[in-house]
């Protein structure tokens, strides 16, 4: 494997009430949503900046800046498939993705193999190649009194040849 790059993206938004709550491009059950210009999906959005990060292309604020009224209420859906896009013009592919999202609510298992096939779909990647994982912080900062959620994410890319 020649020309491999690795990629790391952090995301967090704050919970409020009002919203929907998108993760990993899935609706979660959840009396509260993630604030944000877009749809404050912070899983997908730490996913982009990690892909954007290990193509050399910078990160979401460069591509979909919050005051470019076009990405207002957009899906993370469609914030990650044209970073897939980006990635692959810059002659990577996705080998895969790990990411962890942080929250002590609500439970995420039920949610988990959905949301891999979310971003198996938008990356084209087969879904034993994406992980998602949900942990929380056990009542610590922000996230574990419930303020909000955080998510990291980890790419592998290799130059094609």
Known sequence: MSGGRVGTGFDAHRLVPGRKLM?????????RGLEG????DCAIHALCDALLGAAGEGDMGRHFPSADPRWKDASGASFLERAARLVDARGFSVENVDVTVIAEEPVLAPYIDKMRAVLG????LETERVSVKA??????GATGRGEGIAAIATVLLTKRE
């Open 37 to 40: 210009h877009s749809d404050g």
């Open 135 to 140: 942990k929380s912080t056990d009542g610590m």
């Open 121 to 124: 779909r938008c990356l084209a």
């Open 23 to 31: 993760l990993g491009g899935v609706e979660v059950a959840h009396p």
